[in-house]
C-alpha cells in the first residue's frame, strides 16, 4: 500500500534527544555536519562513527530503523563511488591499468571517504532532526532561529506556517491518493502495466481528483483559520513556549567540544600515535 | 452463521467469505485486527445490508469484497471459486464485483460526465458503440437530463454528482454491486432517490447488491436480508425481520435503533406482547392496534 512510504519519519519518545529543545538540535545539528566534512583522517572518522553509534543509543531508536533510512540511498552512493574511483586522477602509478580504466588510490581513498560520509550525515541529521523530533516542533524551532530575520522585512512566521501547513497534509495526501487509487481501480484502472506513455496518461484519473480536493481542502482551511480569526500581519502567541534548559547547555558543549576534538585529531600527526603502520593508516589525511 | 434463507444445497451464493480475518499493518508495532472469523454468505439476486458500529469493520469488509484488500487468513468466493486463486487475475474480479466506496464524488476526472460515466467500460476494452449502450443505461439511473451530460462534472450539484459517481460503477456490468454508504451526507429526499434508483436498477438487472449503511431505516426499506457487524466481527445474520426484531441487542453494540423500534422494545419491557415487524412506524402502528384488538375481544 502507498501508505507504507514513510516521509521523514518521527518515532514519539522519551529520550534526552527527544526532550532536547529544537533549537539546540538544529545547530547541533549543524555543527555535526561542519564536524562531518571537517574529518580528514580515518581515526576522525572513527570518532565520528563512535559519536553516531553513542546518539543512536541515547535515543533508543532500533538499529534496524537506521539501516532502513539509509537504504534509499544505497544505489546512489554505489553509483557516485564507481564514477570516483574510475574518473579521479592520481599523481602516483596507477593500481589498475586496463584499456581505458584507470584505477588510483586517491580514486578509492575519496569513494570510501565519501560513502562514510553521506551516510554519517544521514544518520546524524535524521537522528538529531527527523526520527527524535516532532515536525511541528521542528518548524517552531526554525521559525525562532530565523525570527531575526524578519526585522529585515523576510516573512518568517508565512514561511513556518506553510511549513507547518505542509508537513500536516503530507499524510492526510498520502491517504487520499490510496483511496482514489482504490476507487478507480474499482472502475478497472490500470496503474502498473502497459508503456511508459499508457503509464503516465493512466496517472489523470487520480491526478485531477488529488488537485481538486487538494485545492478544496486549501480552501476550506484558509475559511477555518479566517473564522478563528487568524492574521498574518498580526503577532501571536504559542501554545508551546520554546524554552532551553540545562541539557540544551550541555549538549551545546558536547557538540562544539566534539567539533573541535575533530579538528584537533585530523591534524594529529602519526607519530603522537607511535609512528607504526596503523598510526601512519589512521592519521592518513585525504 | 450463514443466512437462514438458505437451505442446503438449494442455496445460491453469489459471493461467499469463508473463515475470513484481516490485520491491518501485519508484522510492525501498528498491527491491528480488523476482522476475524467471518463466514457469511450473500445471496443471488438479492439486496444485503451491511451494517455496524464505526470501525465495526464494514469499510475493511467491503474492500475484501472486491480484492482490493487480500485477506490475512480465509477465502472469498465469488461464483464459488476463490478470487485470489491467481492473484495477477485480480483486476478482472474488481470487474465483476462493482465496488462504490463512501463519498464517491470524489472519483469523478474526466471532461464531462459522459466520459466519466464511460471510464470503466473503456478501461474493459469495448467497443465504442458498447460503452456507448452502457453508459447511456447508466446515465437513465442518475435522472440527469441530456443536456448536462456534455458539462464538466464539477459542474453538477453533490447529489447528482454522486449519482454519476455510482452510474460510473454501475456501467462496468458487474454482476455484484458494492456500495459503502451510498446515501451518507445527503438530504432524505436524496437518499431516497439513490437508494430507490439503486434498487431498481439492480431488480432490473438481477444484480446481486451489497449496502453498507449506518441507519436502520434504509435497511429495513429497502434490504431483503441484514448481516450486523460489530468488533470486526459477525454479530447477526438473517432477514431483516429477524435481525431487527432484537432492538435492545442492537442497541447495545452502538447502533441508532429506529425510534418506533425503541419505543417497541420499550412497551415489550412493560409487559405488552407486541408481535410482528417492530422497526417501522406502519409495524408498531399495527402491532398496537392488535392488541388493542386483542385486549377489547
Given at each position: 500500500m502507498i501508505s507504507d512510504i514513510t516521509l521523514g519519519q518521527f518515532f514519539p519518545g522519551f529520550s534526552l534527544l527527544h526532550k532536547l529543545d529544537p533549537r539546540t538540535k538544529l545547530i547541533t545539528g549543524i555543527l555535526f555536519i561542519v564536524a562531518i566534512f571537517l574529518a580528514k583522517t580515518p581515526l576522525a572518522f572513527l570518532a565520528l562513527f563512535l559519536f553516531t553509534v553513542a546518539m543512536i543509543l541515547v535515543s533508543r531508536i532500533s538499529f534496524s530503523v537506521i539501516l532502513r533510512g539509509i537504504r534509499p540511498v544505497i544505489y546512489i552512493l554505489i553509483f557516485t563511488s564507481i564514477l570516483n574511483i574510475l574518473m579521479t586522477k592520481g599523481?602516483?602509478?596507477?593500481?589498475v591499468d586496463f584499456w581505458i580504466i584507470e584505477i588510483y588510490r586517491e580514486g578509492i581513498v575519496r569513494a570510501v571517504f565519501m560513502t562514510m560520509r553521506v551516510i554519517l550525515l544521514i544518520v546524524g541529521s535524521s537522528l538529531l532532526l527527523t526520527y527524535t523530533t516532532s515536525p511541528i516542533s521542528l518548524t517552531d524551532g526554525l521559525e525562532s532561529l530565523l525570527s531575526p530575520l524578519s526585522k529585515i522585512g523576510i516573512p518568517v512566521h508565512v514561511f513556518s506556517m506553510m511549513m507547518t501547513i505542509a508537513l500536516r497534509f503530507i499524510p492526510t495526501l498520502v491517504e487520499e491518493t490510496d483511496k482514489i487509487m482504490n476507487a478507480q481501480k474499482s472502475r478497472g484502472a490500470d496503474f502498473t502495466s502497459g508503456s511508459i506513455v499508457r503509464r503516465a496518461k493512466a496517472l489523470i484519473p487520480l491526478l485531477v481528483p488529488l488537485f481538486v480536493s487538494a485545492f478544496k481542502r486549501a480552501e476550506e482551511l484558509a475559511v477555518a483559520m479566517e473564522c478563528r480569526c487568524y492574521r498574518v500581519d498580526k503577532k501571536r502567541t504559542k501554545l508551546v513556549k520554546l524554552t532551553f534548559h540545562a541539557r540544551d547547555l550541555l549538549s551545546f558543549l558536547v557538540f562544539a567540544l566534539f567539533l573541535a576534538g575533530i579538528v584537533l585529531i585530523s591534524r594529529m600527526p602519526a607519530s603522537m600515535l607511535g609512528g607504526g603502520f596503523i598510526a601512519r593508516l589512521l592519521c592518513y589525511r585525504i | 452463521m450463514h443466512s437462514p434463507r438458505c437451505w442446503g444445497v438449494m442455496c445460491v451464493y453469489k459471493l461467499e467469505l469463508k473463515g475470513i480475518s484481516y490485520l491491518y499493518s501485519?508484522?510492525?508495532?501498528f498491527e491491528k485486527l480488523a476482522l476475524s472469523e467471518i463466514n457469511l454468505g450473500f445471496e443471488e439476486g438479492k439486496i444485503t445490508g451491511l451494517i455496524g458500529h464505526t470501525g465495526s469493520g464494514k469499510s475493511t469488509l467491503v474492500n475484501l469484497l472486491n480484492g482490493l484488500y487480500r485477506p490475512t487468513e480465509g477465502t472469498v468466493l465469488l461464483d464459488g471459486k476463490d478470487?485470489?486463486?491467481?492473484?495477477?487475475?485480480i483486476a478482472k474480479i474488481r470487474t465483476q464485483v462493482g465496488l462504490v466506496m463512501q463519498?464517491?464524488?470524489?472519483?469523478l476526472f474526466d471532461e464531462t460526465v459522459r466520459a466519466d460515466i464511460g471510464f470503466a467500460p473503456r478501461n474493459l476494452g469495448l467497443s465504442p458503440e458498447e460503452v456507448e449502450r452502457r453508459v447511456s443505461e447508466a446515465v437513465a439511473f442518475t435522472g440527469i437530463p441530456d443536456a448536462l451530460l456534455d458539462r464538466s462534472p464539477f459542474e453538477l450539484s453533490g447529489g447528482q454528482k454522486r449519482r454519476v459517481a455510482i452510474a460510473g460503477v454501475m456501467?462496468?456490468?458487474?454482476?455484484v454491486l458494492v456500495l459503502d454508504?451510498?446515501?451518507?451526507?445527503?438530504?432524505p429526499r436524496g437518499r431516497r432517490e439513490i437508494l430507490d434508483g439503486v434498487r431498481a436498477y439492480a431488480r432490473k438487472n438481477g444484480l446481486t447488491v451489497i449496502l453498507v449503511s449506518h441507519s436502520m431505516e434504509d435497511m429495513a426499506l429497502y434490504c431483503d436480508n441484514v448481516i450486523v457487524m460489530n468488533r470486526g466481527r459477525v454479530y447477526a445474520s438473517g432477514t431483516v425481520d429477524e435481525v431487527f426484531s432484537d432492538a435492545d441487542g442492537l442497541m447495545e453494540i452502538g447502533l441508532n435503533v429506529p425510534m418506533v423500534a425503541r419505543i417497541a422494545a420499550a412497551l415489550r419491557k412493560k409487559g405488552f406482547p407486541l408481535e410482528g415487524t417492530l422497526y417501522t412506524v406502519e409495524g408498531v402502528k399495527d402491532a398496537i392496534l392488535r392488541l388493542g384488538k386483542e385486549g377489547r375481544a
Open positions: 599523481t602516483s602509478v596507477p593500481l | 501485519k508484522n510492525t508495532p478470487i485470489w486463486e491467481n492473484p495477477k487475475q463519498y464517491p464524488e470524489y472519483q456501467a462496468m456490468g458487474a454482476g454508504e451510498p446515501a451518507a451526507g445527503l438530504d
